[in-house]
């Protein structure tokens, strides 16, 4: 079962809204990833989790909160975003959190966000 | 600088035929390379992987060659089914704790 789950599929929000992304996965999986990706373009890192702890953060806005309350539950929290900030979202994991070299990196079906 | 290319942004196989995809990188510490089919609306799917320290891995009608003298590997499909029409995705990591670097995908499209 390589499943990683996210939600919401959909998203609206207005400018001066805040929301959340989920993600979850039961893999045992210690690292997990969130990922934007605009149309016809590759996913780009945003954050990676390792062992709970933020390992990389890919200089990434304020207005996206990233949190892991636990091996499981990836969070991003989501404030005052522009509406260039409307993309597919990615949640992901892989299995060693200790070093990402030669991981296999499970994707999410991902969080379409429209920002108005 | 990108170091990871796929340098086809578009393919068309006919049903049954083989699909070539193409892939090329330039950081010689990239060991580890993966191939993601990601179809509109969802997230990429992982296909199939290789390490450096093969030149082949097959996985029923996907096989991946490495040629790292030339930094480049390929996937191969065969048969290509209209189902296998996705954007693919090439992704290489390495050196270290770097995260996976993706390519900017071919679309292909298998027609019947």
């Known amino acids: 079962d390589t499943e990683v789950t996210q939600t919401p599929k959909h998203l609206v929000m207005g400018m001066t809204n805040k929301k959340s992304l989920k993600c979850e996965q039961h893999?045992?999986?210690?690292?997990m990833y969130w990922y934007k990706q605009k149309a016809k373009k590759p996913p780009e890192l945003m954050f990676v989790?390792?062992?709970?702890?933020?390992?990389i953060n890919e200089s990434v806005p304020s207005r996206f909160s990233p949190e892991c309350p636990n091996s499981s539950l990836l969070n991003l929290h989501l404030h005052a975003l522009q509406p260039e900030d409307s993309a597919l979202y990615l949640c992901?994991?892989?299995?060693?959190?200790?070093?990402?070299?030669?991981?296999?990196?499970?994707f999410g079906e991902g969080s379409w966000l429209t920002v108005v | 600088d990108q170091q990871v290319k796929q340098n086809s942004p578009s393919l068309s196989v006919q049903e049954g035929r083989i699909s070539i995809l193409n892939c090329d990188y330039t950081?010689?510490?990239?060991?580890?390379f993966l191939w993601y089919k990601k179809y509109p609306a969802e997230g990429p799917t992982f296909l199939i992987s290789?390490?450096?320290?093969?030149d082949k891995n097959e996985d029923g009608r996907f096989t991946v060659f490495l040629n790292k003298s030339a930094k480049h590997l390929s996937l191969h499909i065969v048969p290509s089914q209209p189902g296998d029409s996705a954007v693919y995705f090439c992704?290489?990591?390495?050196?270290?704790?770097?995260?996976?670097?993706f390519g900017k995908g071919t679309r292909l499209s298998v027609i019947a």
């Open positions: 893999m045992g999986h210690r690292a």
């Open positions: 950081n010689s510490m990239f060991d580890y």
């Open positions: 992901a994991s892989s299995q060693d959190g200790t070093g990402l070299r030669g991981n296999t990196i499970y």
């Open positions: 992704a290489a990591s390495g050196s270290g704790n770097t995260p996976l670097v």
């Open positions: 290789i390490s450096s320290i093969k």
């Open positions: 989790y390792s062992y709970e702890k933020l390992s």
